[in-house]
């Protein structure tokens, strides 16, 4: 599903966690807004699998250069 580039937003830790906020980063389109990408997402059925993999790159660290 990602064949795109997405940023990590880390905002402070939630009372009992943490929270990681993905934004889509187009090299064409440049930000693309979580409420536009997610809805799609959604639409075509891979809504699951997408937040699957930002999760794993969240917690791999991959994202981080």
């Known amino acids: 599903?990602?064949?795109?580039?997405?940023?990590?937003?880390?905002?402070?830790?939630?009372?009992?966690?943490?929270?990681?906020?993905?934004?889509?980063?187009?090299?064409?389109?440049?930000?693309i807004s979580p409420g536009e990408f997610i809805p799609i997402a959604e639409?075509?059925?891979l809504i699951g699998q997408l937040s699957r993999q930002l999760l794993q790159q969240a917690l791999d660290g991959r994202h981080m250069a």
């Open 43 to 45: 639409t075509c059925g």
């Open 1 to 31: 599903v990602l064949r795109h580039t997405f940023d990590y937003i880390y905002p402070p830790a939630l009372r009992y966690g943490a929270a990681a906020l993905a934004r889509w980063r187009d090299a064409e389109e440049g930000p």
